[in-house]
């Protein structure tokens, strides 16, 4: 069977399962939004990469959630986001971390893949690269909003490094965030096999400056090969020391495995529960969405006409 697929994530968390319908309905509108948007730029032959692209662009412009102008802030109050982009057929990609004007990190990214010998720069080296290819970039207050400096401000009050939809414990009950933004990412295969994979994000709050998570590296957070593209989210230390995204690729090439299997045996190793989550298609469109957080912020759709959109577990 071959056929297109793409899936998205809005991050992966424990995302309270009441979550207030002012909070989940404009989530789920904009992965529906971004979904279709990917869709119909796949019937219309557009290539993954480009697809991929165009998808994360979309999240990262929306403000629910961390990425783009949603992104969280550092313990010293700035943004500092970071992406990454991978193409399967070739393995071309390219990854930017510690930006702190660039609108849409991932078309960076994307740059850096296209228009130098590397695929990975950083910090003022990034910022720089940007505009000098003349990238749009936008004021600090743009992402440093009231609602960012709330999060942070409560975060640090806790003193703790928080994935923004940390839910209440019976200690600290107080602590809500406000539960429900998270890394976005979006994987894709057209109906000839090509794969492509994009993640982009704030990172965590009150995070130290300088803290480069699991979504700009290649192997870890993204990655794309001639079988499968894989996005992940959730704690970024766990997603490091595992190579998650690589490893769905290795297991289904090394072990034979399906991408549903593979995909969930990445999630289970990766981490303890609470940990992680992905999403991923393989080259002959099928698609996998395992996390073992409580939740998941996700969307897909496949050519045969399934079509998903999600946070918790269907029952
Ligand atoms: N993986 C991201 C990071 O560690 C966070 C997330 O997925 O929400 O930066």
Known sequence: MLG???ALHGGGGDIPIDLPDELRIPRETALRHCLDLGVSALKSGKH?????????????????????????????????MEA???DGKTKRCGAVSGLTTVVNPVSLARLVMEKTPHIYL????????????G????????FITPENIARLKQAKEFNRVQLDYTAPTPKEPEIRGDSQIGTVGCVAVDSAGNLAAATSTGGYVNKMAGRIGDSPLIGAGTYA???????ATGKGEYIIRATMARE?????????LSLSEAAAYAVEQSGPRGTCGLVAVSANGEVAMPYNTNGMFRACATEDGFTEVAIWPKN
Request: with cysteine.
């Open 4 to 6: 297109w697929a793409i």
């Open 48 to 80: 993954p990469l480009d697809v991929t692209e165009l998808v994360v662009r979309e999240l990262e412009n929306h403000p629910y959630f961390n990425a783009g102008k949603g992104s969280v802030l550092t313990a010293q109050g700035t943004v500092e």
């Open 84 to 86: 990454s982009i991978m």
């Open 122 to 133: 950083a910090f003022d080296a990034a910022e720089a690269f940007a505009r000098a290819h």
């Open 135 to 142: 990238v749009e970039t936008a004021e600090s207050t743009y």
């Open 225 to 231: 090969n001639h079988l499968c593209a894989v996005s």
């Open 248 to 256: 769905v690729a290795a297991l289904m090439e090394y072990k034979g």
